[in-house]
């Protein structure tokens, strides 16, 4: 397992005022690439995927359907998808989804209404989390699947499903289902309709829009219609706004930071966190926005600031779900309280989120309170380096990473190559904006 040791900024200090300036792009958008590979895979001619996310979670969808026969070509910085407009072989072997729950519950929603047979399973950290929320919809819409304890991978997809399309109120704001259940309901007979208690990203709805399939959107209403034919495509993918918003927290929390960011997606389903950090303080402007490939993109100029508490809940939680922890990062450096509720969903992440950025914030000496659905911070407070525990989370590792910059002393982080499934530069990223370099 790597570890990863931080020099802090507030120790550098002692020789120079050490802050992050430069500009910077992020890596491209996670959610984008995995909806852009299983769209080319179910469409019928040639897809090209320009600037594809190439890392743990997206390869995970990709090896997975080549092994379910689809003819993927990786080339530098684009992938060529040939679909022959479904999945059509069944694949004998167990496929591993990794650490990646789009992959398994999209691949779930998908092979479904394919008529193919497959398990699906992945690493410790994916056979913990609950994958009945897309299963019993699935059944409903007349699948036959089994799984672990009826809820956990291994996941069987038996092959003689057709699907009806269903209206199906979820629970819970989560595109995963969502996206699930409208790609089943492109083959299914009939209307499917995914009723949300708040708006989740919506990338799916627009990808298929530009593919010129009919979506209805009434607020937190999405309805396909199926038998809709997808043709091959070309796409571009932007930054990923849940990749850039480390560095937006670094910058602004980071005396004497200034960065300009470029190439970023600023859908705003996913840009919760700038809504309520602009709340709390922070000086970001947009530089530039305008619609590339059915998303809006832009650059964003962030320079450290004074913040203040916030609070946080309801709706707004959807729209930074991924960004959760670093918000906790941010608000320990804050001037009073930030409460954040609401948020029950963080429990069956990568890790569970509220337990583990709790523990590690209050090793470093923040003063945070785990709630049952969230937190309470209180700051700011001067952290101090200790050694923390990523618990394997990618997004925890790179939170804690950014809370280290600015504690005293040195943070160790514990398993930070779990940084692998959507970041594995981030380290260089950082290293490469810290002036002056860390020695
Ligand atoms: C994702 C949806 C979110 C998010 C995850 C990616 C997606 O999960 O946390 O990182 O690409 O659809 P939920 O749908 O479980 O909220």
Redesign the pocket.
């Known amino acids: 397992m790597g570890t990863i040791l931080f020099r802090s900024a507030r120790r550098a200090q002692k020789t120079a005022v050490s802050s992050l300036r430069g500009k910077y792009t992020p890596p491209p958008d996670?959610?984008i690439t995995?909806r852009a590979l299983f769209l080319a895979a179910l469409a019928k001619g040639t897809s090209q995927i320009k600037n594809p996310l190439a890392t743990g979670d997206c390869l995970s969808t990709l090896n997975a359907l080549q092994k379910l026969g689809v003819s993927i070509r990786k080339g530098r910085g684009i992938w060529t998808v040939k679909g022959k407009g479904g999945l059509q072989s069944n694949s004998r072997r167990t496929i591993d989804c990794g650490n990646s729950?789009?992959t398994i519950r999209l691949l779930t929603g998908i092979l479904s209404s394919q008529g193919v047979e497959a398990v699906l399973s992945g690493d410790s950290s994916l056979k913990k989390r609950p994958m009945k929320r897309v299963i019993e919809p699935l059944r409903k819409m007349g699948a036959k699947i089994t799984a672990h304890k009826d809820n956990f991978a291994p996941i069987r997809i038996h092959k003689d499903s057709s699907l009806r399309g269903i209206t199906w109120g979820s629970p819970i704001a989560?595109?995963?289902?969502k996206?699930a259940l409208l790609l089943a309901g492109l083959s299914a007979s009939g209307k499917t309709t995914v009723i949300e208690p708040a708006k989740?990203?919506d990338h799916t709805e627009r990808m298929l829009k530009g593919l010129g399939v009919k979506v209805g959107v009434e607020g937190n209403r999405v309805t396909v219609t199926g038998g809709a034919a997808l043709k091959g495509f070309n796409i571009s993918v932007p930054g990923d706004f849940s990749s850039a918003s480390f560095f937006i927290v670094a910058a602004l929390i980071v005396p004497g930071s200034h960065l300009i960011l470029r190439n970023v997606n600023l859908n705003p389903t996913r840009t919760g966190l700038l809504t309520v950090l602009k709340k709390m303080g922070a000086k970001i402007k947009v530089l530039r926005i305008s619609n590339k490939d059915f998303e809006p993109v832009g650059d964003l100029d962030v320079r450290h600031s004074m913040l203040k508490g916030t609070r946080v809940s309801g709706a707004q939680i959807?729209l930074l779900?991924?960004e959760i922890p670093i918000l906790a990062v941010a608000a320990s450096q804050a001037r009073g309280k930030t409460i954040v509720k609401g948020a029950l969903?963080l429990r069956v992440?990568e890790s569970d989120r509220i337990a583990a950025i709790v523990s590690e914030l209050k090793k470093m000496g923040a003063n945070i309170k785990e709630r049952l659905d969230g937190f309470t911070v209180t700051g700011p407070s001067s952290l101090r380096g200790a050694p923390a525990d990523s618990r394997g989370d990618h997004r925890m590792a790179m939170a804690l990473a950014v809370a280290g910059l600015v504690a005293a002393g040195k943070t160790k982080i514990k398993d930070f190559s779990c940084t692998r499934v959507s970041y594995p530069g981030f380290v260089n990223d950082l290293a490469s904006l810290l002036h002056p370099k860390p020695r």
């Open positions: 996670k959610s995995h729950g789009t989560s595109a995963q289902v996206t989740s990203r959807p779900i991924d969903e992440k």
